[in-house]
């Protein structure tokens, strides 16, 4: 069955429909890229929702591009990865978002760089740490905003260290409102750990 979508549909100023259902997994088969690319009417609302109360304030306010590198997984898709049976993913509710490494050397990006830092220093009374990766900085703006962002959950999840995010997690429905913050990688022993936004911070700051 051909794609009946509009792939090209602009979900919000920066995020369209296409980046959102993109799948390097259902790219190496062309039905189940079909699959992927025709998601349930109530998924694209759920996407919808999730740019316009997560994704978009938190690019705007950022003040720096986003690459979503997971959004919507069909079941397949989700099944081939190791995704949980339960996903928001699944839904349309979670997108996997980086950071290009470019954000902590940019000109452009400095006063994001500095007001992220500022608001940590203030919100913990300690230095970010020097080593902190650009992804880290994605994680500290939204839980510093944690009560004005509509989200459910965002993750720290993976890298190579606290503070080194391999990506940051991002969901938003209009089921939940849980506002939790995560972490999990070879730091928590590969299990969820839960933390307030003041935990969150500190654990990635100096001494």
Known sequence: MPTTLNLSLPLSAHFTLKEMLKSSTAERDEALKREQENPPDDVVTSLQHLVRVALEPIRIGIGAPMQITSGYRC???NK??????TSQHCRGEAADCELSPSFLTDPAAMLSRE??????QRRTGRLLRPDVDQNFYLFAYICLNLDALDVDQVIHEYGDALG????VHVSASRRLDK???????SYTNKQYVSA???EALTRCCMP
């Open 75 to 77: 079941v397949v898709v």
């Open 80 to 85: 081939l990865i190791g995704g949980s049976g």
């Open 115 to 120: 007001s992220i830092r500022d608001a940590v």
């Open 164 to 167: 080194r995010p391999a990506w």
């Open 179 to 185: 506002r939790e913050i995560l972490f999990v990688g």
């Open 196 to 198: 307030t936004v003041d």
